[in-house]
């Protein structure tokens, strides 16, 4: 695989018809992580531990920084923020994929100089079931 550009990664939000743009991730880390669940017991075999598949709870972290699209986006994502709402987000991933499904901001931060333009940091934790499509 050839490097990819970093500003191919896209963070869309459903507006209730379509999948919206908010931003170019400039920086961005996802990660995915799921709880285990332990059955070892005497009759185990030696000293490894036994795990239940398919049990413990899954869940996906996403930071990221950025720049808004436009005055638009910045207020649809500062409104779901102070809202605490959970909305569908897509996250758009070069030769990797798309990640979508329900996320709530966790944090939301503002940044700037005085001789540049705003950024934008944003912290989503999964609020539900996320599917995953390649592209």
Do not use: C
Not at 51 to 64: F, K, V
Not at 69 to 75: L, T
Not at 82 to 99: D, E, H, K, M, R
Request: overall charge negative; proline content about 1%.
């Amino acid at each position: 695989m050839t490097a990819q550009k970093g500003k191919d990664l896209l963070l869309k939000v459903e507006d209730g018809l379509s999948f919206l743009t908010v931003a170019g991730l400039r920086s961005r880390r996802i990660a995915f992580n799921a709880e285990t669940v332990e059955v070892t017991d005497a009759e185990s075999a030696g000293r490894w531990r036994e795990l239940l598949g398919g049990t413990g709870i899954q869940r996906a972290s996403l930071t990221g920084g950025g720049i808004f699209k436009d005055q638009a986006s910045d207020a649809l994502v500062r409104s779901l923020f102070f809202a605490a709402s959970i909305v569908n987000w897509q996250v758009l991933i070069p030769s990797f994929g798309v990640i979508s499904g329900p996320f709530q901001i966790t944090a939301l931060e503002y940044s700037g100089e005085h001789n540049g333009e705003i950024r934008f940091d944003i912290a989503m934790e999964s609020a539900g079931s996320l599917s995953f499509g390649a592209i």
